[in-house]
């Protein structure tokens, strides 16, 4: 295959009130024609720098391309003019953006936003670009494309608003497609329909991807070829299955290593550690500093790149003819260590028969979105979570996991039903001493590291809060030596406790949002989506803190998610929501080894997993169509629009909720 796009060399810097911070630091690509080339790497590695240099999108007054060269079809794009960037991008090479959100102009219909792009770059009149418009959205899978180009990006949900952002990328036929984490904002199940289309347009056209992520399961779905990047660097590239079966770099072991498939069980293999800042770049290897096993030479040279095939080169140290032989498990094994989780250490027995710490009966949270519309977020839920266990609660975004998590905390008041925490109610009239109680026995790490800290208080104070509402230390002495003592639990140290949170990496703000929670010394904590906003290096190090925490304090969590594969590390029984109802109910190994509900089914079918052989034999359980609205579900079974085992039954019964096989539970009218 011929090389459609090649990079040689190429430097970016970026210039700040604190100095020149040096993103992209000689990176050298090339992408053949019919090729997907995944790039890999933790946040600020310089992934997306390098794409939106390709496409020329940086912005003007603070960046600059300051070597190298970006050969496309043979012209070099970094001498090219901005009149003659406009002539390439979208016709020759476009770009799907992460957010669908914010890629899209709200005040303009999606018909017109698609239309755009083809009367710019293609000599068409209006009647045939609308033509071209409703073909492009059947393409890209969305029903109804005769009315619906007329409809706005609000109107769509989130799975539709990323497949009009793809058609928009498509419109002109571009030779190239860049696609800069596609896929991360959009739950399992849809992102499972967007890799699936991208594989078939690609067919279809004969497009070359480029795709950014951070999501190895999404590399071994959708890559030929992998790229790794870390501080500004390529460190690895290869085929998909030499990255992920032969991996040479270190900073590969610990990307695989981080990330739990289905089988996982233990401890992760976090990273430790951040990356380095890019104002004063290290000498040498710049993974020495997070890497237990790095060589002398690795703080003082920079490794060149070694061969190891015709398709295969890494830059470590560790291939040099004198290095000590080192495997990936010596890397791994120092880190790796079987954790049992105190639910079934306690007396072992199974989580369901320990004492019931928090109960949910019959629990429904309405909200009133217009005067004759109510939104049934949370519809008639009931489940116990046991002391010491961690219960995980999965499901589509809008199914209501996080209200119900908010209610349960007393965010929201109730609309009907009962919780109950240590057999006393949750909701109702309390007076304030009893609040104070309820508030320092359970607490919420939040999702957003940064949106919960308030951006003008010390860490110090954030973490201290708490303890002087409760009147936790009768001295500032005894303050200060617990809000240090819980920075060091967390993983952070004194020096910290002065600084701010914007001066921290998302990673560290959630450490930061940890310590808080712990401070009151709670019982229960609830935590919402605390890691998808985090890398997967980041993510495996929360997650073993969480775990050594439970174990240390005997916690109990209720852990929310949309990563099913996390999910299951860390939980000892899982509920499954769908549209504000719970579907199935049972311990973490049951449900992933037999699921029984269909949409359970379809929900793991669709995790990816960071393995290729797997990825490309799967068969995936593609759900049709998007979650009903709550405002207005389904009669009977909520499932069935988008169930292919629905009979006439589950559009007239609402399904009862029993016990198929010994503590496994399921509403489904096929048991």
Same mark, same amino acid.
């Given at each position: 295959?011929?090389?459609?796009?090649?990079?040689?060399?190429?430097?970016?810097?970026?210039?700040?009130?604190?100095?020149?911070?040096?993103?992209?630091?000689?990176?050298?690509?090339?992408?053949?024609?019919?090729?997907?080339?995944?790039?890999?790497?933790?946040?600020?590695?310089?992934?997306?720098?390098?794409?939106?240099?390709?496409?020329?999108?940086?912005?003007?007054?603070?960046?600059?391309?300051?070597?190298?060269?970006?050969?496309?079809?043979?012209?070099?794009?970094?001498?090219?003019?901005?009149?003659?960037?406009?002539?390439?991008?979208?016709?020759?090479?476009?770009?799907?953006?992460?957010?669908?959100?914010?890629?899209?102009?709200?005040?303009?219909?999606?018909?017109?936003?698609?239309?755009?792009?083809?009367?710019?770059?293609?000599?068409?009149?209006?009647?045939?670009?609308?033509?071209?418009?409703?073909?492009?959205?059947?393409?890209?899978?969305?029903?109804?494309?005769?009315?619906?180009?007329?409809?706005?990006?609000?109107?769509?949900?989130?799975?539709?608003?990323?497949?009009?952002?793809?058609?928009?990328?498509?419109?002109?036929?571009?030779?190239?497609?860049?696609?800069?984490?596609?896929?991360?904002?959009?739950?399992?199940?849809?992102?499972?329909?967007?890799?699936?289309?991208?594989?078939?347009?690609?067919?279809?056209?004969?497009?070359?991807?480029?795709?950014?992520?951070?999501?190895?399961?999404?590399?071994?779905?959708?890559?030929?070829?992998?790229?790794?990047?870390?501080?500004?660097?390529?460190?690895?590239?290869?085929?998909?299955?030499?990255?992920?079966?032969?991996?040479?770099?270190?900073?590969?072991?610990?990307?695989?290593?981080?990330?739990?498939?289905?089988?996982?069980?233990?401890?992760?293999?976090?990273?430790?550690?951040?990356?380095?800042?890019?104002?004063?770049?290290?000498?040498?290897?710049?993974?020495?500093?997070?890497?237990?096993?790095?060589?002398?030479?690795?703080?003082?040279?920079?490794?060149?790149?070694?061969?190891?095939?015709?398709?295969?080169?890494?830059?470590?140290?560790?291939?040099?003819?004198?290095?000590?032989?080192?495997?990936?498990?010596?890397?791994?094994?120092?880190?790796?260590?079987?954790?049992?989780?105190?639910?079934?250490?306690?007396?072992?027995?199974?989580?369901?028969?320990?004492?019931?710490?928090?109960?949910?009966?019959?629990?429904?949270?309405?909200?009133?979105?217009?005067?004759?519309?109510?939104?049934?977020?949370?519809?008639?839920?009931?489940?116990?979570?046991?002391?010491?266990?961690?219960?995980?609660?999965?499901?589509?975004?809008?199914?209501?996991?996080?209200?119900?998590?908010?209610?349960?905390?007393?965010?929201?008041?109730?609309?009907?039903?009962?919780?109950?925490?240590?057999?006393?109610?949750?909701?109702?009239?309390?007076?304030?001493?009893?609040?104070?109680?309820?508030?320092?026995?359970?607490?919420?790490?939040?999702?957003?590291?940064?949106?919960?800290?308030?951006?003008?208080?010390?860490?110090?104070?954030?973490?201290?809060?708490?303890?002087?509402?409760?009147?936790?230390?009768?001295?500032?002495?005894?303050?200060?030596?617990?809000?240090?003592?819980?920075?060091?639990?967390?993983?952070?140290?004194? =020096?910290?406790?002065?600084?701010? &949170?914007?001066?921290?990496?998302? $990673?560290? *703000?959630? +450490?930061?949002?940890?310590?808080? %929670?712990?401070?009151?010394?709670?019982?229960?904590?609830?935590?919402?989506?605390?890691?998808?906003?985090?890398?997967?290096?980041?993510?495996?190090?929360?997650?073993?803190?969480?775990?050594?925490?439970?174990?240390?304090?005997?916690?109990?969590?209720?852990?929310?998610?949309?990563?099913?594969?996390?999910?299951?590390?860390?939980?000892?029984?899982?509920?499954?929501?769908?549209?504000?109802?719970?579907?199935?109910?049972?311990?973490?190994?049951?449900?992933?080894?037999?699921?029984?509900?269909?949409?359970?089914?379809?929900?793991?079918?669709?995790?990816?997993?960071?393995?290729?052989?797997?990825?490309?034999?799967?068969?995936?359980?593609?759900? =049709?169509?998007?979650?009903?609205? &709550?405002?207005?579900?389904?009669? $009977?079974? *909520?499932? +069935?629009?988008?169930?292919?085992? %629905?009979?006439?039954?589950?559009?007239?019964?609402?399904?009862?909720?029993?016990?198929?096989?010994?503590?496994?539970?399921?509403?489904?009218?096929?048991?």
């Amino acid at each position: 295959m011929d090389k459609l796009l090649e990079i040689n060399n190429l430097h970016v810097s970026f210039q700040t009130y604190a100095g020149k911070v040096q993103a992209v630091r000689g990176v050298n690509l090339y992408l053949k024609k019919g090729e997907t080339l995944a790039i890999v790497g933790e946040s600020g590695s310089g992934k997306s720098v390098t794409s939106k240099s390709i496409m020329k999108l940086l912005p003007n007054k603070t960046a600059q391309i300051e070597e190298g060269e970006i050969l496309f079809e043979g012209k070099n794009l970094v001498n090219l003019s901005e009149k003659e960037m406009e002539k390439i991008r979208g016709s020759e090479i476009s770009m799907i953006f992460q957010d669908p959100m914010t890629a899209l102009n709200p005040t303009m219909t999606v018909g017109k936003q698609i239309a755009e792009s083809i009367m710019t770059h293609q000599k068409l009149n209006k009647q045939q670009a609308q033509q071209r418009t409703v073909d492009l959205l059947k393409l890209v899978g969305i029903p109804n494309p005769e009315q619906r180009v007329n409809q706005y990006p609000h109107q769509f949900s989130g799975g539709m608003r990323q497949r009009v952002v793809i058609a928009i990328a498509l419109a002109c036929n571009p030779r190239m497609v860049i696609a800069d984490e596609p896929t991360t904002a959009l739950d399992v199940t849809i992102q499972a329909q967007i890799l699936d289309l991208m594989k078939d347009i690609q067919k279809k056209m004969d497009t070359s991807i480029i795709i950014i992520t951070h999501d190895l399961g999404v590399v071994a779905n959708i890559a030929d070829r992998v790229a790794v990047m870390y501080a500004g660097k390529i460190i690895e590239t290869g085929t998909v299955e030499e990255v992920f079966y032969n991996p040479q770099h270190p900073y590969t072991w610990g990307l695989l290593g981080s990330m739990p498939n289905l089988e996982t069980k233990g401890e992760l293999a976090a990273i430790p550690g951040t990356p380095p800042d890019l104002l004063h770049p290290p000498t040498g290897d710049a993974f020495a500093e997070r890497n237990e096993h790095a060589l002398k030479i690795d703080y003082l040279r920079e490794p060149p790149m070694y061969k190891i095939s015709e398709t295969h080169y890494a830059a470590t140290w560790l291939l040099h003819g004198k290095a000590p032989k080192m495997e990936r498990s010596d890397f791994l094994r120092k880190k790796i260590k079987v954790v049992e989780s105190p639910a079934t250490k306690q007396n072992e027995k199974a989580p369901f028969q320990q004492e019931p710490l928090m109960e949910i009966k019959n629990l429904k949270k309405y909200f009133k979105t217009g005067k004759n519309e109510v939104l049934k977020a949370v519809d008639d839920v009931s489940f116990t979570i046991y002391k010491g266990e961690t219960l995980g609660l999965v499901g589509e975004s809008g199914c209501g996991k996080s209200t119900t998590g908010r209610t349960l905390m007393r965010l929201y008041d109730v609309t009907d039903g009962e919780v109950l925490f240590q057999r006393e109610q949750v909701h109702g009239k309390k007076n304030l001493s009893q609040l104070k109680q309820f508030n320092r026995k359970v607490q919420m790490i939040f999702q957003d590291p940064y949106s919960s800290l308030n951006p003008r208080k010390t860490v110090a104070d954030i973490i201290a809060e708490g303890i002087d509402i409760h009147g936790l230390a009768a001295t500032k002495e005894e303050r200060q030596k617990k809000v240090f003592r819980l920075l060091e639990t967390v993983g952070l140290n004194k =020096s910290h406790a002065n600084r701010y &949170p914007h001066e921290f990496s998302g $990673g560290q *703000r959630q +450490r930061i949002g940890i310590a808080r %929670a712990l401070a009151v010394e709670p019982e229960f904590i609830i935590a919402d989506e605390p890691i998808s906003a985090l890398d997967v290096s980041i993510q495996a190090q929360v997650v073993n803190l969480m775990k050594r925490l439970q174990k240390e304090k005997e916690l109990t969590y209720l852990f929310i998610a949309h990563d099913l594969s996390m999910v299951k590390h860390i939980s000892d029984r899982v509920g499954v929501m769908y549209l504000g109802g719970i579907v199935e109910l049972a311990t973490s190994d049951d449900l992933y080894e037999e699921p029984l509900h269909p949409y359970t089914q379809a929900l793991l079918s669709a995790v990816p997993v960071p393995d290729p052989d797997i990825e490309k034999k799967r068969n995936r359980i593609i759900l =049709s169509g998007d979650l009903p609205s &709550p405002s207005n579900p389904p009669s $009977g079974c *909520r499932f +069935r629009t988008r169930c292919s085992m %629905a009979t006439d039954t589950c559009a007239q019964v609402t399904p009862i909720w029993k016990e198929a096989k010994p503590n496994h539970w399921v509403a489904c009218h096929l048991f």
